[in-house]
């Protein structure tokens, strides 16, 4: 995808103002694939989360927030509260339900903080939250986040094992032999790619050590952050590798391929094989 159309995205979702705007995506981006779409629009409302996540966050403002929602709750006001709470700040309402509960927690004890093990217990069992409005509202925003709470953690997580099994089971095909991640941790390795091959193989001149699979769109922002935390690391460790940006990627970022690291969207095809017999033993 060219960079203008990611854009042109990006605006879309940016003057949308209420709402998942998917069905304008999908209107107005016939040619885009869904699920890609998708990506998108979730990246887009994680970086919106990380903008404005201290500034809600801030002592003074967190509990205005949480008075606002007690004074909500003692009028009798119908359930969701919160859900509107997260729409009028366009914010993520399980982080909304979160910062709820961290005051709910903090009050109920004789501490100012309270554990994220806690909390993050809370928010995957509700039923755990002896409120039972709380229990309701926080249960609310977990069902109906798209992007963050336990709900949605589950989904992406599996949509990443079925990429990686659907890579694994591409490789076994092409009898090409590897080592997965679980199996490289096993052997002591600490940050470890996707698939580590036993022979190297080669696409389009350049030589493919090792396989990344992300089960997402790459923009430049999460490709940049990738980058810094995992690909050159992998880079270092075992040479030159692929990654595969399943639901695409803007082609402006793919600029390290001279240096080592290809991008594509599928497992390429045009895979050259090492041949073991045209090796030259060692003198």
Not at 46 to 69: D, L, S
Not at 144 to 154: E, I
Request: glycine fraction near 6%; hydrophobic fraction near 35%; charge should be negative.
């Amino acid at each position: 995808m060219k960079l203008h159309q990611y854009n042109k995205i990006i605006g879309v979702i940016i003057t949308t103002q209420e709402g998942n705007p998917m069905s304008s995506l999908v209107e107005q981006f016939p040619e885009v694939d869904r699920k890609t779409l998708g990506s998108i629009w979730s990246q887009e409302m994680q970086k919106k989360v990380k903008r404005n996540f201290h500034q809600i966050n801030a002592a003074e403002k967190a509990t205005e927030i949480y008075n606002r929602y007690l004074s909500s709750v003692g009028s009798g006001a119908p359930p969701g509260i919160l859900l509107e709470m997260a729409r009028c700040l366009d914010y993520s309402p399980a982080m909304l339900a979160k910062l709820i509960l961290e005051h709910y927690l903090i009050q109920r004890s004789s501490s100012t903080q309270v554990s994220k093990s806690q909390v993050n217990s809370f928010l995957r069992d509700t039923t755990l939250i002896e409120d039972r409005d709380l229990s309701f509202e926080v249960y609310l925003c977990v069902l109906q986040d798209d992007v963050y709470g336990p709900f949605a953690d589950c989904i992406k997580h599996a949509v990443g094992h079925e990429y990686e099994f659907h890579l694994c089971r591409e490789l076994d095909k092409l009898n090409i032999g590897y080592y997965s991640e679980d199996e490289l941790r096993s052997r002591g390795y600490d940050k470890t790619p996707d698939i580590k091959l036993h022979v190297p193989i080669a696409v389009e001149g350049h030589v493919i050590n090792w396989i990344e699979s992300k089960a997402s769109f790459g923009d430049e922002e999460s490709h940049r952050g990738y980058l810094r935390d995992q690909f050159w690391s992998y880079w270092n460790r075992f040479g030159s590798g692929l990654v595969i940006y399943w639901l695409g990627f803007v082609d402006e970022i793919d600029q390290h391929s001279d240096k080592g690291i290809l991008i594509r969207s599928s497992l390429p095809t045009d895979i050259t094989f090492m041949d073991p017999l045209l090796l030259t033993p060692r003198q």
